[in-house]
């Protein structure tokens, strides 16, 4: 009796033919291979992650530093006294532009780098880590708000206050980045300089 869809032919027309069935001997993924490839696709991560930081704090730090050096010592003289240097719009808006994409940056560094060495209790660069954590909230915030303060003691404090932390900021970042770039050339240096024992490969050619 035929039942339709159901019945025992329409099931083994349904059925994939065994040229369309996949091979035993067909070459799987394994474990170590996706492993592999998802190291691989983390370390890319990493590196776009790490450029994208150094690039905006290179931008955004040197544009800031300028800036501040046009307004407070880089004024000019003018027809009726000195008046501000005619670069110093042109470089704030640069600094204004070139912000987000540090803050950005550093978002993925906190969700990434920094909350990954926290977990493994890692103690290379952990304090200039912390006290660069520390400082982006007081050094973001007050750059935010020098730009809408109206009065001008808050406008005075808010400057000061993301002045001197971004200065702090810019030196603890020089100094765990260079700590960070030292470490791998220190450990090619040790290796480099010592050689093995009789019977073995030598290392300081």
């Known amino acids: 009796m035929n039942r339709g869809p159901w019945s025992r032919a329409a099931r083994r027309q349904s059925w994939p033919s065994k040229s369309q069935r996949p091979s035993a001997s067909a070459p799987k993924l394994g474990s170590s291979e996706v492993r592999h490839r998802a190291h691989g696709l983390g370390r890319v991560v990493r590196a776009f992650e790490r450029w994208n930081l150094h690039a905006g704090a290179l931008l955004a730090g040197v544009s800031g530093l300028i800036y501040g050096w046009l307004r407070y010592y880089g004024r000019v003289a003018g027809e009726f006294g000195p008046e501000p240097h005619p670069l110093q719009g042109l470089v704030q808006h640069l600094h204004v532009l070139t912000a987000p994409l540090l803050l950005f940056a550093l978002g993925m560094t906190l969700r990434?780098?920094?909350?990954?060495?926290?977990?493994?209790?890692?103690?290379?660069?952990?304090?200039?880590?912390?006290?660069?954590?520390?400082?982006?909230?007081?050094?973001?915030?007050?750059?935010?708000?020098?730009?809408?303060?109206?009065?001008?003691?808050?406008?005075?404090?808010?400057?000061?206050?993301?002045?001197?932390?971004?200065?702090?900021?810019?030196?603890?970042?020089?100094?765990?980045?260079?700590?960070?770039?030292?470490r791998p050339h220190a450990g090619i240096g040790r290796l480099g300089s010592r050689s093995l024992r009789p019977g073995g490969l030598r290392l300081d050619s």
């Open 112 to 182: 990434g780098h920094f909350a990954s060495k926290l977990r493994q209790g890692h103690r290379d660069g952990r304090r200039s880590g912390l006290a660069l954590a520390l400082l982006i909230l007081p050094m973001v915030a007050a750059g935010y708000l020098v730009q809408v303060a109206v009065g001008p003691v808050w406008r005075w404090v808010f400057a000061w206050v993301h002045g001197l932390t971004s200065l702090a900021f810019l030196a603890f970042y020089l100094g765990h980045a260079l700590r960070a770039w030292q």
